[in-house]
Every structure is written in C-alpha cells, then in structure tokens.
C-alpha cells in the first residue's frame, strides 16, 4: 500500500508540473479537462502496471540485524522489536487518520446536498431540477440537480444561472468532482492533489461560460454579471459553485484569442513522454534497483547492501518472478519474524573450527530470497571473509525452515533478505 501511495503522488506530480509548464495557459479548455483526467487515472492504476526487471540487476534488499557467533557461543545482537517497521506503521496510521477524516467530510457535505434536496420545493427544468432554498449560499449544481436561493436575483440573471448551470449538468462536470474528492481523500498528504481540483474546477468554469456566451449572451453583460455576483463568494465544495474566487481569470479568458487548432499535437506528444517518464522511474514496481554486474558495498551502512543476480545463475526458483525488498505484508518466520529467525540461526550456527585454528574472524554478510511458497533460496555471501565462514553462513540460512511468504497487493512473491553474521573469536565486551 505505502508503496502505491508514493508512486502514486510521484506520477501526480510530475503530470502535474507537465500541465501547468505547458498547458494551463493555453485555451483547450475540453484538452486540459482530458488531460487531467487522464493523469490522475493514470496515476492510480501505474503502480499495479508491472514491468520485469532487467536480468542483469543490482536491487536493494531487506536488512536483518546481525547475530554474532564467537568460538565458544552465539548471540543475538541486540535490536529494539519492530523497529525495522516503526516508520512505516507511524505513517501508514497518520495516512490513515488523514483519509478517514477526509471521508467522512465528504460524507457529511453529500448528506447535506440529500437533506436540501428533500427539504427544499424544487421543479424540473428540462432534463435538470431547480431546488429553490433560503440561505444565502451561492448557486451551484451536482449531479441534475441545481441549487439557487432565487430570490436573491433577478429574472434575467437567474436565467444567466441557470444556463450556466446546465451546462455543468450537460457536461458531467460532477463526474470529474467525485473523482477529484476520492482522489483527495487518498492523497490528501500531496499537495498536487488539491491542485488538481482547483485546476480542474477552474476549467468546469471556463467551459460553462463559454458554453453560456455560445448562447448568444454579450460577453460585457455576462462579465459584468460575474463581477457583480460572485466576487468574495463562499465556493461550496464538492458541488460546481457559480459563485467562485476565480472571477477575474473567467473574465480574462472570455476575451482571449484562442490558440491555432495546430497546438493540439502537445497533447499527442505530451501524454506519451510523460507516460514513459513515469514508467522509467518506476519501472521495477516499488523496487530500488541499478544496472551492473557488481556493486562494493559499505559495512558502515549495511542496510544499503544489494542483492546481486549474476547474469545466468541458476537458481532453485524460477528468474522469471520478480524479486521485492520490501513489500506489503512481509514474510515471517515461524509466527515470530525476523526475531525468530535470528534465535534459529543461534541455534544451528557453529564457528568452523578451521578458521578458529587459524584466528580468521570477519562478518559475512549473506543474502537470500524467501520464495512465494516459503522456502528459501538464492542465499549468496556478498561479502565474504573466508571460505570455510562462508559456507557455514549460506549452510545455516539454507537450513531455515519454510517462512509464511510475503504478500504484495493480495499475492506472495518473492522477497529479498540481507543478513549480517559476525564471527569473533573473543568475546564481545
């Protein structure tokens, strides 16, 4: 989930930048609307877009804490429980917390549209219903229906209203609303998010005014009724809202020249690059990876260790199946984690007598995959000491008994550990 929401919001952005570099001041208001509406889409369905990894690939893998084996014993390292997950679970609870308020916000303004429409008197008007309240709230419409206190205008400016109104209702613009307060409400941490809805309830307008003015209105009379009606008006959200702050730039755009027909080819070549731009940064689903055969890692942070699949190795499990280093619900071993496991590599682990004769001491750092049905496989020494050190590392981690395999979106994959053993021959102090 942590991994969709931040390639997500990624994906939001740059769309995001990409609109209003080349495209918010350009006067394809039914473009950018698509436009939009293609990014956000888009934005939420890339992440479960999967490309497979090169085969060739250096990616970073999970960091188990170290166990320490001396000649006569082994430790365990001391590590606080749950610590490798403190800061994934404090923000997935403040994401959380975040979303649950926003929906229940949206729930309470769509509960407050339901009691003025069965509350107020209202009469159709084509495919559309006028609902007459009393409050002083400025018009605006959602879904057919449309809300306007009428006697606070006159005869000819209710009708300007009303017109405009219906062109919101005859071009779904509640659509794009509902999806824009979901969106919200999912990334409500990013701030392209909201600037999605502002750009978009801006081009709802332009599109209803020109719509209006198609009409036959004089553009002066319908600019200086906009002037007179909504500035400094309240904006109603999630319902399209006559009355909005953006007056000025609806002015401006009635009298604007529009663009040559021609400039629409920046949304053909536009949409593509970015699209590959996304997917080139997130290609590999939520992995961290680089090319290469090799990569020298360093023991002062070892957490930044690769998992390293050298070209053509064969492997107890098939290459073809992607490989995470973190994922959804990660594996555990025996129902008590990594904890556990470290207690079991205790267990099983001896220092090899050969290298004890000969005084070698070093940490090995091993690692190794925990496949879709629990087993593991592909345990490799990424950095060795000496060869009988080794072989005792890769022999105990390959003697693991079956994991619960980790989950992403709903179905195990494979995931990659590191593994740190440290072999002393004097006690630690």
Known sequence: MASWIIESAISLIVFYL????????VGFFRANRLYLLTAIIFSLVMPYIRIAPPVNTVTYSWFIPEVTVTGNMAELTPVSEGSEFTLIKSFLAVYLAGAVILFARLFMRLM???????????????????????????PFSFFNCIFINESLYSEEEKERIIEH??????????????????????????PAAWLYRRSMLEIHEYLADEEVIKKGVSIPVYQEMLMKLQ??????????????????????????????????????????????????????????????????????????????????EVSTTSNESEIFFIVEDMPDFLGGGQDRFRQHIVNNLRYPQAAAEKGIEGRVFVQFVVNEDGTVSDATVVRGVDPSLDREAIRVVMSSPRWTPGRQRGEPVRVAFTFPINFVLAEPA
């Open 18 to 25: 990409a609109y209003i570099l080349f495209l918010k001041k």
């Open 112 to 138: 407050q549209l339901y009691v003025l429409t069965r509350w107020n008197g209202s009469k159709r008007r084509g495919n559309a219903r006028i609902v007459s309240f009393s409050s002083g709230q400025s």
């Open 165 to 190: 109104e219906m062109a919101h209702i005859g071009q779904y613009h509640t659509l794009d609303l509902i999806l824009l307060e979901l969106l919200i409400i999912i990334q409500w941490f990013n």
């Open 231 to 312: 500035l400094g008006r309240e904006f109603f959200s999630p319902a399209n809202n006559f009355n909005k702050s953006l007056t000025l730039n609806r002015v401006r755009m009635m009298t604007r020249i529009k663009p040559p027909a021609w400039e629409r080819i920046r949304f053909f070549i536009l949409i593509p690059f970015l699209a590959l731009l996304v997917f080139t940064c997130t290609k590999n689903g939520g992995e961290l990876s680089l090319e290469g055969d090799t990569f020298e890692p360093s023991i002062a942070a070892p957490e930044a260790l690769p998992f390293n699949i050298p070209e053509g």
